[in-house]
């Protein structure tokens, strides 16, 4: 068996990795730039399986553990170094209180700490303007750059082929099947066709009749200076104010803060703003006053590739037999990605997922009205 | 010798990191970038782009103009303090 991928992202390679190490013999993945061009080396690598959808809480759970087995044996950068949400309104203690009921009919050991309880984490906080957090131990971030690259390696030493600065233009179809696509370099032809190209994937599929409800919008993260690592948290989120601002430390020092600012959708990639920075950073240094003496170093952008339910479209569609898709992660495809490569690579050569509540997430779903519903999109 | 000759002082980057770093397969500038940091810290590799391109252009035949295509500056052209973002009265 043939197959041809559409995006060098992380999803596209966990899945041209898994079906080498199942005994297809020839993957191809084609992707229009350099691989991870996209949300790949874009977002904030951070991890949780505390989600408000059981399909995310399982997937979730099932993805941390792959990336755990993947830590030991490609030496990645990963720390299960926990979540904090936190609130400044006392009576937001009161929806952290039934999440985390809903997280513990999952074994998600969430909690809740006091003021002192974050101060013990989180030292530096601004204690005088919180009232408690929200804490999921199980939840963690990656260091982002070298990870996705020794991924990238190992997925050619699986023996996959992957053709960078390649753009697909277009599926050509016969029928109810693809039989080629038509590249800026030539034609390729596969026996079974992935598309996991983000955004991308709707303009690709549209000519097809193939209608996916996904909108890139554009996220504006920024970097400081890398400083000593005293801060081990994975990811703190300021809850109660507009756009959920939150900030990481890289494993190599510098801390990423992000906002989901109101922005247009589709937005260039090289449109930065300067807004950006003032809205970004001034609630969370109200929160850890010492961000005010480090400096910004870098600011870049990147898309969420959102669906309606805010989860991701997964599998075959009706009109083509040898099309699947995996596209419109939501701002999850990082911490997705193992599960990703897992669910399609079976879907594939088995005629099914192997985890069966990814059946959940196909296309059909947009069609029947059974939308998925998740409350809270952070990270 | 090659592993006391630094090429990126933001991120201590020698040029046997590079040479290495290619050998072990990675095949894209972009990548390697992304993997050593070159470009990421303060300077934005006004120091180790030139050199990383042209050990990177010899080293797997390509041409420095191909190499570099994929490379953008990003703001801010230099580190801007947190603090001169947050003044009293704004926002």
């Known amino acids: 068996m043939r197959v041809l991928i559409v995006g060098a992202g992380v999803s596209g390679l966990f899945i041209a990795y898994e079906l080498a190490m199942k005994g297809v013999r020839e993957v191809v993945v084609v992707d229009k730039s350099y691989p991870g061009s996209g949300a790949s080396l874009r977002n904030v690598a951070c991890f949780r399986s505390s989600f408000t959808s059981p399909e995310h809480v399982l997937l ?29 309104k006392p009576e937001t203690l009161d929806t952290f209180r039934k999440l985390v009921s809903f997280y513990h009919s999952y074994e998600i050991p969430a909690k809740i700490l006091n003021v002192d309880e974050v101060k013990g984490l989180v030292p530096k906080i601004n204690s005088k303007i919180i009232s408690g957090a929200m804490f999921d131990p199980t939840a963690g971030k990656m260091g982002i750059l070298k990870n996705f690259v020794k991924i990238y ?29 038509e590249t800026s370099r030539g034609v390729l032809e596969a026996d079974v066709y992935v598309v996991a190209a983000a955004g991308d994937s709707k303009r690709l599929l549209e000519p097809l009749g193939v209608h996916l409800p996904i909108k890139d919008v554009p996220r504006h993260p920024m970097i400081t200076e890398p400083y000593a690592a005293d801060y081990r948290l994975g990811l703190l989120i300021d809850w109660d104010t507009p756009g ?17 600012l109101e922005d247009i959708p589709e937005a260039s990639l090289y449109s930065p703003r300067s807004d950006a920075f003032k809205n970004i950073v001034k609630p969370l240094a109200e929160l850890l006053p010492f961000l ?8 870049w952008m990147g898309y969420y590739d959102m669906t309606p339910d805010h989860h991701p ?12 898709i995996a596209a419109g992660f939501s701002g999850h495809g990082m911490m997705l990605a193992p599960v990703t490569g897992e669910v399609i690579s079976s879907w594939i050569i088995e005629g099914k997922p192997s985890i069966p509540v990814a059946q959940n997430l196909t296309l059909e779903r947009f069609k029947t009205g059974k939308l998925v519903r998740e409350l809270a999109v952070i990270g | 010798m090659k592993g006391r000759i630094i ?37 934005q590799g006004r120091s180790c782009l030139a050199i990383a391109a042209r050990v990177f252009a010899r080293k797997t035949g390509k041409k420095v103009d191909e190499v570099l295509s994929g490379w953008r500056v990003r703001p801010p052209i230099v580190p801007i303090n947190i603090s001169a973002f947050i003044s009293e009265g704004g926002d």
């Not at chain 1, 979730?60 to 979540?83: C, T, V």
């Not at chain 1, 005010?292 to 600011?299: M, N, P, S």
Request: glycine share 6%; hydrophobic share 40%.
């Open chain 1, 313 to 324: 479209i997964y599998g075959p569609v009706d009109q083509y037999m040898n099309l699947f």
């Open chain 2, 7 to 43: 090429i990126c002082r933001c991120n201590d980057v020698t040029l046997e990191d590079v040479e290495k770093a290619i050998d072990a397969g990675i095949d894209d500038f972009e990548l390697l970038r992304r993997y050593l940091r070159l470009g990421f810290g303060p300077c």
């Open chain 1, 60 to 88: 979730m759970k099932e993805s941390i553990k792959k990336w755990l087995e993947l830590k030991d044996r490609l030496n990645l950068d990963i720390e299960q170094s926990g979540y904090l949400w936190v609130a400044r």
């Open chain 1, 244 to 260: 959920s601002p939150h900030i990481t430390q890289t494993v190599h020092g510098g801390f990423i803060l992000a906002r989901d």
């Open chain 1, 153 to 181: 390696l190992e997925t050619k030493k699986a023996g996959v082929k992957i053709i960078p600065y390649t753009e697909v233009k277009k599926l050509i179809t016969s029928n109810d099947r693809v039989v080629s696509v």
């Open chain 1, 292 to 299: 005010k003496h480090l400096k910004i170093v870098r600011y």
